[in-house]
């Protein structure tokens, strides 16, 4: 059974705007000075010396900027966890391939409403408010309309560096579901600073020193972008277990999925189904291509964000407990909610 297309709730000092597939997850709106901060949780990221409390609470104030610091963050909506799953990704080096494999259907389901959304190494954050060992900061390229300034989570402080990156002014992007080569393994889309470029790919910096990025795992600059090129992007997710406010190669929802794909190609999409509903202009059902996102609806309010495949077909990111796949749209249960589709380019 679907969830409701739209929740407003107001908890503990949070005001949320949920999608059914995830496409919102819970994200707090960035009113975060207006309502107080919630309670830290009775466990912790981690043992933090009061050495290092001094030093995080002598660099950050409001607004102060920051990067993410691990291959993949999870935010929260509330500082803390509860669950002893979840020490496996906010820890800090989490383990984010150990955490989903450790999880079945019932126990990812605990995670809608609970996560806000992911964040990938060196992505610019905005540090709002620290509880404990916690940070409540925004990413700062996950933007929409209900959150200008970017989506609000709360993430482990020894998952952030307050150490700029360098301005190299070139990039290396990762083209691959997921980057092996090398300690720890990287996701798709994560942008790194090129220090220097050989035959077989690129010397790019991270907080833990240069990383080689070989070429067939990364790419300097966006590709051309064709309607092809987006399917043949989004294609190599297929089969890949779905994530409730996932946006990163270990799994999607359905908004991180359309934003992770474009991000690939230099467009930087909103990070909801609905806002990307904006975007871009309206294509009529009998002018569909591949790459074109098809956008689903109940009660007038987005839910649901697919790409057109071709021949009838979408790929998407369903719902917990299924894969990336493609369907018969026109055949499907969503056919019914089908509100639209929206093209970005060409």
Same mark, same amino acid.
């Given at each position: 059974?679907?969830?409701?297309?739209?929740?407003?709730?107001? =908890?503990?000092?949070?005001?949320?705007?949920?999608?059914?597939?995830?496409?919102?997850?819970?994200?707090?709106?960035?009113?975060?000075?207006?309502?107080?901060?919630?309670?830290?949780?009775?466990?912790?990221?981690?043992?933090?010396?009061?050495?290092?409390?001094?030093?995080?609470?002598?660099?950050?104030?409001?607004?102060?900027?920051?990067? /993410?610091? /691990?291959?993949?963050?999870?935010?929260?909506?509330?500082?803390?966890?509860?669950?002893?799953?979840?020490? =496996?990704?906010?820890?800090?080096?989490?383990?984010?391939?150990?955490?989903?494999?450790?999880?079945?259907?019932?126990?990812?389901?605990?995670?809608?409403?609970?996560?806000?959304?992911?964040?990938?190494?060196?992505?610019?954050?905005?540090?709002?408010?620290?509880?404990?060992?916690?940070?409540?900061?925004?990413?700062?390229?996950?933007?929409?309309?209900?959150?200008?300034?970017?989506?609000?989570?709360?993430?482990?402080?020894?998952?952030?560096?307050?150490?700029?990156?360098?301005?190299?002014?070139?990039?290396?992007?990762?083209?691959?579901?997921?980057?092996?080569?090398?300690?720890?393994?990287?996701?798709?889309?994560?942008?790194?600073?090129?220090?220097?470029?050989?035959?077989?790919?690129?010397?790019?910096?991270?907080?833990?020193?240069?990383?080689?990025?070989?070429?067939?795992?990364?790419?300097?600059?966006?590709?051309?972008?064709?309607?092809?090129?987006?399917?043949?992007?989004?294609?190599?997710?297929?089969?890949?277990?779905?994530?409730?406010?996932?946006?990163?190669?270990?799994?999607?929802?359905?908004?991180? =999925?359309?934003?992770?794909?474009?991000?690939?190609?230099?467009?930087?999409?909103?990070?909801?189904?609905?806002?990307?509903?904006?975007?871009?202009?309206?294509?009529?059902?009998?002018?569909?291509?591949?790459?074109?996102?098809?956008?689903?609806?109940?009660?007038?309010?987005?839910?649901?964000?697919?790409?057109?495949?071709?021949?009838?077909?979408?790929?998407?990111?369903?719902?917990?407990?299924? /894969?990336?796949?493609?369907?018969?749209?026109?055949?499907?249960?969503?056919?019914?909610?089908?509100?639209?589709?929206?093209?970005?380019?060409?």
């Amino acid at each position: 059974m679907r969830r409701l297309a739209a929740i407003v709730a107001l =908890l503990g000092g949070f005001v949320s705007v949920v999608e059914a597939c995830g496409g919102s997850a819970s994200r707090p709106v960035s009113v975060h000075k207006a309502v107080s901060a919630p309670p830290a949780a009775t466990q912790s990221a981690g043992p933090t010396s009061a050495a290092r409390h001094t030093f995080i609470e002598e660099r950050v104030g409001q607004g102060r900027q920051a990067w /993410v610091a /691990v291959p993949v963050a999870t935010l929260w909506n509330q500082p803390g966890f509860t669950r002893p799953v979840d020490r =496996l990704v906010v820890q800090a080096q989490p383990a984010v391939a150990d955490w989903l494999s450790s999880m079945d259907t019932s126990s990812k389901l605990e995670l809608d409403y609970t996560m806000a959304t992911q964040a990938l190494l060196d992505e610019p954050l905005t540090v709002v408010e620290i509880s404990g060992d916690w940070a409540d900061v925004l990413v700062q390229d996950q933007t929409g309309s209900v959150y200008t300034d970017g989506v609000e989570g709360w993430m482990p402080l020894s998952q952030i560096t307050f150490d700029a990156p360098p301005a190299t002014g070139a990039y290396a992007t990762v083209s691959q579901p997921i980057a092996g080569a090398g300690d720890p393994s990287l996701s798709y889309g994560t942008r790194l600073p090129i220090l220097s470029s050989t035959p077989g790919g690129y010397v790019v910096w991270t907080p833990y020193g240069k990383r080689f990025l070989p070429g067939n795992e990364a790419r300097p600059a966006p590709p051309p972008i064709t309607p092809q090129a987006v399917l043949g992007e989004a294609e190599k997710f297929l089969g890949l277990p779905y994530l409730w406010a996932g946006t990163s190669g270990y799994g999607f929802d359905c908004s991180g =999925l359309t934003y992770a794909i474009y991000r690939q190609f230099g467009i930087t999409l909103a990070r909801d189904a609905g806002d990307q509903a904006s975007e871009g202009r309206p294509v009529a059902r009998d002018q569909l291509r591949p790459g074109d996102l098809m956008f689903f609806a109940s009660g007038g309010q987005i839910h649901h964000v697919g790409i057109y495949a071709g021949n009838g077909l979408m790929l998407h990111a369903p719902q917990t407990g299924s /894969v990336v796949q493609e369907i018969k749209i026109w055949s499907s249960p969503l056919a019914s909610q089908y509100e639209g589709a929206r093209r970005y380019f060409g």
